[in-house]
């Protein structure tokens, strides 16, 4: 048996099924990025809402490949979210989706379905590169997906074209804009989200740049759950305890977050009562948990990745981890503006905590993906910050200097690293060399996708970047962690 609407009422007993009639909902939201955080998050809250409320199920959207729309489509869209801790827990489908696009095999009928007036957002997870920014954050117009959606307007493929294209289509028919909201691990993500599309609209129609500017809402919002990629295991597992066939489940931890400003001129579902916090303004929020969880994750997949750790959790476990990341938390936290009523040094305890789950199966090469992507916003913004207090950050030094040798590609067993990124090219060529191990921190720090020109020209930086370098190098990832890091 394969899991579909039919199948539902045969599934084993246990299993939780959506709490509302998945064929009588309709598409009150475009979602860009249908992939397994998406899936695991968003369309998890909303699902738990649809009961109170059908309006609001969501069209998924894949910017390319059809591989999670033709898994989907045979078990009416429906999958299994299967939450992990080492404790049994019975599996939930969730049934938030009213069908799958494929953006690149029909833009002009996505474009039609999002200017539907039926949709009042458009919300989106498609990863930090998703958004063809270049030095300094701001849109790339040499991308090469920006370029293509320029010379060829009718079928736009990048997000900020999307956007554009189907905001456009809203304006010229006199329907009020949809709300964007984006979910990805950037700062100020909603803003941010919102400046690309001014900056695509602003190269093809001025006026439309004007009009995005001032009447669309993109609210910011801090979404949190860890979800590893699904696995043939996690596939095999979950038929078992279905009793169906599922082509696409999906696993993440039980803890969830998501903090969300209230910005919504259209409405919105009421995520609130599924435990979405609403907030007026998210970046305390964003900060808190970009430096404090995806920095420290970012600093454990590369030692990890250098080390033979294939998993958070075994990197989490090995000597000397535990008490770098918290130093890592706790050097990064003077940074922060902590959100009222958050006990910081609680969020750290939890943090670590939810990374040595050892039913997840993070990998560390996963997390290790498109560094040039990431770094900014979860070490490198903290370390400006410290330099700016007079402080010089040993740990973020360490994390920094781990990605450089994880960069040139070869593990501390001589194994070989592949680099997936979309600076690839440049990063190995500048984390290689030549020159001293500060020429070589130099070189990285000047890579314009990073925005870091001004720590490439800080001393005491670089000092701290190569002497860690050097460190690795000499005594391995494991060697470093021996001292908790603090080796000399
Ligand atoms: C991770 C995140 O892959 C990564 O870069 O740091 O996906 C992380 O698991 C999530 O942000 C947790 O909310």
Redesign the pocket.
Same mark, same amino acid.
Do not use: G
């Given at each position: 048996m394969r899991l579909s609407r039919k199948a539902l009422a045969h599934l084993a007993r246990g299993v939780a099924r959506p709490g509302h009639d998945p064929a009588a909902i309709c598409t009150g939201i475009v979602h860009l990025g249908i992939g397994a955080?998406h899936r695991a +998050?968003f369309a998890a809250y909303t699902d738990a809402v649809l009961g109170c409320d059908p309006r609001w199920g969501i069209l998924g959207v894949s910017l390319r490949h059809a591989d999670v729309r033709d898994a989907l489509a045979p078990q009416d869209f429906l999958y299994t979210l299967s939450l992990r801790d080492g404790s049994a827990r019975a599996p939930r489908v969730i049934g938030a989706h009213t069908g799958i696009l494929v953006a690149l095999e029909d833009p002009a009928a996505l474009i039609a379905r999002m200017a539907a007036s039926e949709v009042a957002i458009v919300s989106i997870t498609v990863?930090?590169k998703g958004y063809c920014r270049g030095a300094g954050g701001e849109l790339d117009a040499t991308h090469p997906d920006i370029a293509s959606d320029l010379a060829a307007p009718g079928r736009p493929k990048s997000v900020p074209g999307l956007l554009a294209a189907a905001l456009a289509a809203r304006r010229r028919s006199g329907a009020a804009p949809f709300t964007v909201v984006c979910c990805d *691990?950037l700062s100020h993500n909603g803003a941010m989200t919102g400046r690309i599309v001014s900056q695509f609209a602003a190269l093809t129609e001025p006026d439309l740049a004007e009009w995005i500017a001032d009447e669309v809402s993109f609210p910011s919002s801090m %979404? &949190?759950? #860890? %979800?590893?990629a699904t696995t043939a295991e996690d596939r095999a597992e979950i038929e078992a305890a279905l009793g169906a066939e599922d082509a696409w489940p999906v696993i993440a931890e039980p803890f969830t977050?998501w903090v969300l400003e209230d910005r919504f001129p259209l409405g919105r579902p009421e995520w609130e009562a599924a435990g979405v916090t609403l907030v007026a303004d998210v970046q305390p929020w964003e900060e808190m !948990?970009?430096r404090l969880? *995806?920095g420290s +994750?970012?600093a454990i997949?590369y030692l990890g990745q250098l080390a033979g750790w294939e998993t958070v959790a075994e990197a989490i476990a090995a000597p000397g981890m535990v008490s770098l990341v918290a130093a890592l938390m706790a050097e990064v936290a003077p940074t922060l503006s902590i959100p009222v009523d958050v006990d910081v040094a609680g969020y750290c305890r939890a943090v670590l905590a939810r990374f040595a789950n050892p039913a997840l199966k +993070?990998r560390t090469a996963? #997390?290790?993906? &498109?560094g040039s992507q !990431?770094l900014p916003q979860?070490l490198l913004q903290p370390a400006r910050a410290l330099l700016k207090q007079g402080y010089l950050p040993g740990r973020i030094a360490l994390a920094v200097a781990a990605f450089i040798r994880f960069c040139q590609g070869c593990a501390d067993d001589g194994s070989v690293l592949p680099l997936s990124d979309p600076e690839a090219a440049s990063l190995r060529a500048r984390a290689s060399g030549p020159g001293t191990s500060a020429d070589i921190v130099r070189g990285v720090l000047e890579l314009p996708a990073l925005g870091t020109t001004d720590l490439a020209r800080d001393e005491a930086f670089v000092g701290a970047v190569a002497t860690a370098l050097e460190v690795l190098a000499r005594s391995g990832a494991q060697g470093v962690l021996g001292d908790g890091g603090r080796k000399k």
């Open positions: 955080f +998050h990863t930090e *691990n %979404v &949190d759950r #860890i %979800v590893p977050q !948990k970009l969880l *995806n +994750h970012s997949a +993070h996963q #997390i290790a993906t &498109d !990431k979860r």
